[in-house]
DNA sequence: GCATCTCGTCCGCTCGGGTTC
DNA sequence: GGAACCCGAGCGGACGAGATG
């Protein structure tokens, strides 16, 4: 356990092998100038005496270092967990390792995370930023230095952007809503989410009216004093929302899955069956939503086009110094249909 | 978007303030031999000028780094997740960063991040290691360099580990489903998860036999070749198990939550009801299972304890160059019961 | 003598011009 | 005239001994 400050540096297998530094560092990087004799020998050598090349001063000098910075709210979200698994993998096909960090929506830890980064940590960066206006001015000042790619789109952002279209998702569960039956859909949401939220809320009400739906409800749920009280929250509003019978919501649209999984325990607890007495609908299909009984209706964009979209960016703006217009893409996404808004059958559909 | 390289340093910021390098370093640094007013004025011009200090070249000077790194499978299951984002918190509140990547338990891949991480990326790890010898070997060589803290315990393993008592854990539950009346208790299990299988399924074992179960079966799912796939296995089991109606079982103790939500699946589609016909478990307590409607019975250690002790311990390291004798934390898992084990009420117990 | 600041070195590695056979 | 290799100069900052008032 004596933790050895083993400094082996490349100083000392370059003299254990009989060349100079600067042999040394073209062994363990370019092909070029090097015997593949010497070469070997050298690796042997590293390998015996445990050598482990520095990164910090491998960056340093070279400025660059094969590594992107992956920015995320939390990882709880198993939406942003898979998304975080996609990126890293799509990111290792294309020779960059990856860096993932967290910042539990607290703008002032992302922006010390982003200048962390900036610094010579990463080449780029990959984010789903906190949503707040000072969050966009951090993101644009770093993305002056280095690309970052946001995951959620704003307008005053200056940097390239991935999402989905919500709005369309939205849309289209509305749709299958209205089209299963049901005439008055409430909406469900985090309040603090804003950028999103709005995205969301607004396709609600515009596809709502579109579709002649003339009731609309809109309930905040606060998740900011953590799950138990959110859970508690959510009781309390489910139980108000449908207290008067003849004016209670026959389908519910939740914000994201989990806030959906959340309502449909509510729901329980209160003796509404789903889908018999109301109709349940989440967003983003999380895995999870397919297996936990009830499953879920759901839409979402695939979590590996994000990934492959993002990252392809990425590497475009580290690959060409030319600084080619900001580019914004938005992937539809596809909708799920479940046991929770399926009256007709328990077999379940969609995937 | 014109990438400036803007390397603004501490040269530039020296000159622009007015003073020496050796100052501006200070003034960012430590509190002494520097008058407030310069500090102030230094300062200043750094935000004038964008200044971000540049972690690799403070990395190399300095040869520590302030961040931790913390080495996964990966982020999809929610245990994994919360552990994740815990152990994030808790070094952040010891002011230590937070450095995470993953192994999509690829044994190459870990040993790249080890290395990597090892070489001043970061101070000290804590690690979910991939289950084989090789693994065990490269934890070991690294931990000769920077302390490590494994989140699983291996004979052979010369770091810290910190885990839950998985043992009792299975116990606890098979006690549980025992006196719920169940004679017949059945083991899935994820092939390849050999470590953590092994002890599970030993509990699993011994407790049976203790408890005067005769019928032990235990069935591997396999999950290399994905989700997908990994459904239809079970589904696959569930049917071979039930095939035979006197010797099907009468409860059903899963790996994991994840794995027993999708049993829970398989049984309804195979028409069988949970848990009127057979009781199923889990294992991790994940959040999702108590409002994953049927919310399951299950068992967990606190992810905020393990990753308490695992700061704590790294911590500890890194601040006394005393090698004390190594640690193995065992943490008392806790026994949640829910409706998927419940008879006689649909009211969620526990929590 | 003391608070404050400067300067030279070094951290470990990369890079490119120069050298050797 | 190459192929193979050496050397010196940084990369951006930290640190300690010495300078300045």
Redesign the interface.
Known sequence: ????A?KVTIYDIASAAGVSRGTVSRAFNGNTDINSETRQRIFDTAKRL?Y??????R??AKGTTECIGVIMP???N?YI??L??VI??SA?AVGF??????T?NDAE?QQ??L??M????VDGIIITPCESDESVRQIN?I?????IVSLKFREKL?CDTVMGADSDGIRMIMEHLHSAGAKKVAFLTISGQDWTHLERHEAYLSTAKKLGLDYTKTESIDYSEG?EEM?KDVIRIVASLFKRKDNAPDAILAYDD?LA??V??AL?HSGIKVPDDVLVAGFDNI??A??????LTSASVESSDIARFAIDILTQ?LNS?S????RHVRISPRLYVRDSTSRET?KGKGK
């Not at 993305?143 to 690309?147: G, H, L, Q, T, V």
């Open positions: 356990m004596a933790r050895k083993s445990h482990v090349p520095n990164m910090n001063a960056g340093l939390d990882v709880l198993p967990s898979e975080v698994g890293e993998k290792r390792s990856t860096h993932i960090a967290l539990h830890l010390k995370l200048l962390r900036a610094s010579g940590q000042m993305n002056a230095k280095i690309p200056e799950w859970e989990i999984l959340v449909i325990n329980r895995r999870l397919s297996v936990a009984n009830m499953t703006r110094s600084s080619s217009k900001v328990l």
